[in-house]
């Protein structure tokens, strides 16, 4: 075995010792892992619409947009989308990892500071750091902490205090928690910063119409200052794809420099015309909202009454925390035998390992009360074997 591969067998084995080990595999039983929060992903009259096109749309998108991979139906999604968000124009990309990578990676350079909350997606902290800007973490949702650096960048030089980007996502994926956006809104106010927020894991589920997080806590004029929004389909709208809203002029710049957007394949032309479709149905499901709502302060109570601990979360995400990561991958695999697709999320990824539980508007009050009598029978097996053992 060459000196290369040496390497990566060691690396995989520190990996597997940490029991930080991935792999890929087909799981079933009840959903309570998915993004797809609205059950579009499977909505019976998405899969109709989608028969009625599949002889109308190519396999394959077959270039970059700005070669042959354009197609009228992005341009019209991208004009409804900005249109529901109250937004000046959209831009479609292949996904939501793109979408935030490309965008800081075009709008921020190694002569501005990027302040970012400390759980940033990866997309997000890969775009600033491709982007060579200095990298500013603040403690998370910590605000008064973010005051304080952007009191500190450059205080001297008048030029660079107008270099600063401020990057947070509206709801956070790992943790279910989110910002105080009127007081965020305030210290952009203040300090001049550019300002990205991603609403991947709002979309669909809050604000009026499914708008998103800032459309439940700011005001229509606040939420228009705000530089660049990032959405994605491939959540709440059942598909695949990143969008970036902001204005006209932001997006003939992204259009123009971002180079993720100019060299990639443009999506596939049967998805915007799917999510033209998907966002009317969005639109309609404030009673599968509620549902969802109710649903997870529904089993926040369960769990915590039970001895669970869990974030201070206030969404549908519910991560319950756990001691080590071998305790995580027990309980991942135990519920999975039971019939329920719970999945531990381990460090890196996130800082404590845990079971992300996302709930979904498919599910019912039984399929948490099931899930709750599982996570008690599992504690009982796993104290069982640690007196055993």
Not at 329 to 348: H, S, T
Request: aromatic letters at 10%; a neutral charge.
């Amino acid at each position: 075995m060459s000196r290369h591969w040496q390497e990566i067998q060691k690396k995989l084995d520190s990996i597997k010792e940490k029991q930080l080990f991935r792999e890929t595999k087909t799981y079933h039983g009840i959903d309570f892992c998915s993004n797809d929060y609205l059950g579009l992903a499977t909505n019976s009259r998405m899969m109709e619409y989608y028969h009625s096109l599949s002889n109308v749309y190519p396999f394959g998108s077959t270039a970059s947009r700005l070669v042959r991979g354009n197609y009228d139906s992005m341009d019209l999604f991208e004009n409804e989308f900005a249109s529901f968000v109250e937004g000046e124009a959209a831009l479609l990309v292949s996904n939501g990892f793109v979408a935030n990578f490309g965008l800081i990676d075009s709008i921020a350079a190694p002569d501005c500071y990027v302040f970012t909350d400390r759980l940033n997606h990866a997309s997000i902290l890969d775009g600033i750091r491709i982007s060579g800007a200095k990298k500013k973490y603040y403690n998370h949702l910590d605000l008064n902490h973010l005051e304080s650096l952007l009191r500190k960048a450059d205080v001297d030089d008048p030029q660079k205090k107008q270099k600063r980007i401020v990057v947070t996502e509206s709801l956070f994926s790992m943790d279910g928690d989110s910002p105080d956006f009127p007081t965020l809104l305030k210290l952009k106010e203040e300090y001049g910063f550019v300002l990205v927020v991603d609403e991947a894991h709002a979309l669909g589920v809050y604000g009026k119409e499914g708008k998103g997080i800032l459309f439940r806590d700011l005001p229509k004029e606040s939420i228009q200052s705000i530089d660049y929004r990032v959405y994605t389909l491939g959540k709440s709208f059942g598909l695949e794809g990143g969008i970036i809203v902001t204005k006209q002029i932001g997006r003939d710049h992204l259009v123009n420099v971002m180079r993720p957007f100019i060299f990639s394949t443009a999506p596939l032309p049967i998805i915007s015309k799917l999510a033209i479709y998907a966002l009317e149905l969005v639109r309609s499901m404030d009673d599968l909202r509620y549902h969802l709502h109710s649903l997870a302060e529904g089993l926040k109570v369960l769990l915590r009454s039970n001895g669970f601990s869990i974030t201070n979360t206030a969404s549908h995400i519910i991560p319950l925390l756990l001691p080590t990561e071998t305790e995580a991958l027990f309980y991942a695999k135990r519920l999975q035998e039971l019939g329920l697709d719970v999945r531990a999320i381990r460090p890196p990824t996130v800082p404590t390992p845990r079971l992300r539980i996302s709930l979904n508007a498919k599910l019912a009050t039984s399929d948490t009360n099931s899930l709750v009598l599982a996570l008690v029978q599992i504690r009982n097996e796993w104290n069982g074997l640690q007196i055993r053992n």
